[in-house]
């Protein structure tokens, strides 16, 4: 069956720095688009980062130049590499893959398959 697991999260301080992993299994993604997502408490899930098959990135305008997404093909694997963490960066950051994916991909509705989700918090 098709899986995506998260990892990487944890307790880190303002201005600090966290790498998320989110690694695929059961089929390739390799030709499909890649997500991010997060939601915190009381919120509603909103969107992180994109990566499509070309490996062009979409951003948030909130993680835009702190945040940078990557995808490693021969590994099945998207990373999200965040830098300058703020307090409200807060969330359970959620990794998604679209396999029709080219296009609005800053909607969840686009999304095929989701991970259960890692915890990050950002300590003032």
């Known amino acids: 069956q098709v899986q995506l697991v998260e990892s990487g999260g944890g307790l880190v301080q303002a201005g600090g720095s966290l790498r998320l992993s989110c690694a695929a299994s059961g089929r390739s993604f390799s030709n499909s688009a890649m997500g991010w997502f997060r939601q915190a408490p009381g919120k509603e899930r909103e969107f992180v980062a994109a990566i499509s098959w070309s490996g062009g990135a979409t951003y948030a305008d909130s993680v835009k130049g702190r945040f940078t997404i990557s995808r490693d093909n021969a590994k099945n694997t998207v990373y999200l590499q965040m830098n300058s963490l703020k307090p409200e960066d807060t969330a359970v950051y959620f990794c998604?893959?679209?396999?029709?994916?080219?296009?609005?991909?800053?909607?969840?509705?686009?999304?095929?398959?989701w991970g259960q989700g890692t915890q990050v918090t950002v300590a003032s």
């Open positions: 998604a893959a679209g396999l029709w994916g080219s296009r609005g991909l800053d909607q969840s509705g686009n999304y095929d398959y």
